[in-house]
């Protein structure tokens, strides 16, 4: 029952469905909504809903009816967004950077990574600063909606009423007429096909299309041939060179007593207690008595693991004092203790307790991330001197394109015909997309500019053949027509069949001849309920949208039917539930509901309010 929902933008979206509009349907504080992007919530809701989508809106006009809700859910979405900016409602700086931290397309494994991260902003082209923008924006909208959800109630006789709606039946009979069933019947001549063209031509428009001629270079494509040149002995050689980075250090732990140069005779008081020591004292006790290291001391002297390396221009060892380290690293077997140690901080004595040795990866294991590394390196040198010479040569060859790929060693290729919308393949990257139909390109017979689709990826491309927008033929859109003429009869002659069937019941008149003729016949149900499986769901809304009959008398009407199709629909009564009967499960859901439908109206009512204090273009 929430109305205000939001959706996230992103480039996936499947082939359009219904050719929609790029032009601006609205305009919310300079925000413009277009039919492109209603048609792009659209196509994303195919895509996630499959065959499911289809069955759903069978029909143009279910279609349509489907863009015009998208269409004003985004215009409330952003007409809740301008309100909410006017109101004076943020959100702080510590609220932005833990939204984006419980992001969803940020999670990986059900962890916030920022890899992940990085790549959806890249994917879908977002700034950071459109992102902390687009989370105040959903932080704020979320505090509205929750302040709503907070103001929500249910009264007793909301709660009847509600009880009363859905547990209600009905005792009807429904007869319904197919548009299929007069289908076979319809005839359509060529004048009707002409007449239809000639009066809905802006329906049957060929969008603008071009066919470009294109010279690709990219990194990834090169990256393959790269990886069937690299020979063993590169494989091994930077194996060798990198064996560092495959291998883990051995590591040591040491404890240590320290006797810091603040106390007195602190270097004899060291050797005392080494001499303790090495005559059998536990050197733990001593560590925690009269170390001054009283963090380690509390611990027997213990310190963590540390690299079993010496401090280097490429190595940070094992991070302490140069002294202590070469000390302690010279120590060979556990339980050996060194002679007193004097750093910077004092007088140690220091105790290998245990070694690990360090473990190398095998080159076999790590063969393939080598190759990859030192063919990605090779494409990256090849893309950037093919880059290069590229932009050398194109004053020089910009009025050929074959001669300018020649320049770098690449293939000419062409796109085929593509309009804005049905673009595929290299046509469809937005960058390329967006040059494609620019004067630029369309006026021009030389070699464009290089267009950039991402990091280590071009394209320079020339156009060579340029159609403008125009109206499709009429042979073309013939058979187009004659299904939309063919169901709009139809579906005249199965509402003209109903009335008459209608007609007749009202008049007294035996209908079982008229029905057996179309080959149809009723559906009787007693005690029909809302959620009853037994009859079609399109049935079931069609019977409990007709008002409850008065009089005694049984309700008639013919309705359409979501799919097209039409039903003769005879209610012969309305059955109510006792309210006493109902259980508490029921009463809490019913209360639950009846709570989200006080907050559907609050919701409603504030998006008014901000219609009222923010400009809206339609």
Known sequence: FIIIVFFIGAGYFGANMFGGDPEEIAEVEGVSISGQAVQRRIDNMRQRDGVEFEKRYPTEASRQQLRQSIAQQMINEEVVNAGIAKAGMTASDQQVKEWIRTFQPFQLGGEYSAGQAKEFLRNNGWSESFLNEYARERIAAAQLQNALNSTGFALDNEIETLYRLQEQTRDVRVLRVPVSKFADDVSIDDGEVESYYNKNKSRFMQPEQINLKYVRLSSDALLEAKKAQITEEEINAYYELQKSAYSEPAEIQVAHILID??????????????????????????????????????????????????????????????????????????GDVTD????????????????????????????????????????????????????????????????????????????????????????????????????????????????????????????????????????????????????????????????????????????DSLIAEQELEWQENSALKRRDSGMDFALVSAVYQMSAPSDGQSARSVESLFNGDYAVIELKSVNYPDVAEMDEATRAQLKQTAKSLSVQADTAGVIEHFKSTVEVKQ
């Open 261 to 334: 140069n603040s106390i007195d005779d602190a270097e004899q008081k060291a050797e005392e207690l080494l001499q303790k020591i090495n005559d059998g004292a536990d050197f733990a006790a001593l560590a925690k008595e009269h170390s001054s290291d009283t963090f380690s001391g509390e611990n027997g002297g213990q310190l963590d693991w540390a690299d079993a390396v010496e401090q280097s221009d490429t190595s940070a060892g094992t991070g302490w004092a140069p002294e202590f380290e070469k000390a302690a690293l010279a120590l060979e077997n556990e």
């Open 340 to 511: 007193v140690v004097e750093t910077q901080y004092g007088f140690h004595i220091i105790k290998l307790l245990e070694r690990r040795e360090g473990e190398t990866t095998p080159l076999a294991d790590m063969r393939d991330d080598i190759v990859e590394t030192l063919a990605k390196e090779a494409a990256d040198e090849e893309f950037y001197s093919k880059e290069s010479k590229l932009n050398d040569v194109l004053f020089e060859f910009g009025d050929d394109i074959e001669k300018f790929a020649e320049q770098a060693g690449l293939e000419v290729k062409e796109t085929g015909l593509f309009n804005r919308s049905n673009a595929t393949g290299i046509a469809a990257e937005p960058a390329l997309l967006e040059k494609a139909f620019s004067a630029q390109v369309i006026d021009s017979e030389e070699v464009s500019d290089k267009i950039v689709l991402s990091s280590k990826d071009i394209v320079y491309v020339t156009a060579t053949d340029y159609q403008a927008e125009t109206v499709k033929p009429l042979e073309e859109v013939k058979p187009q027509i004659v299904t939309t003429l063919t169901q709009e009869k139809s579906a005249k002659d199965a509402e003209d069949f109903a009335n008459k069937v209608l007609d007749a019941l009202k008049n007294g008149e035996a209908v």
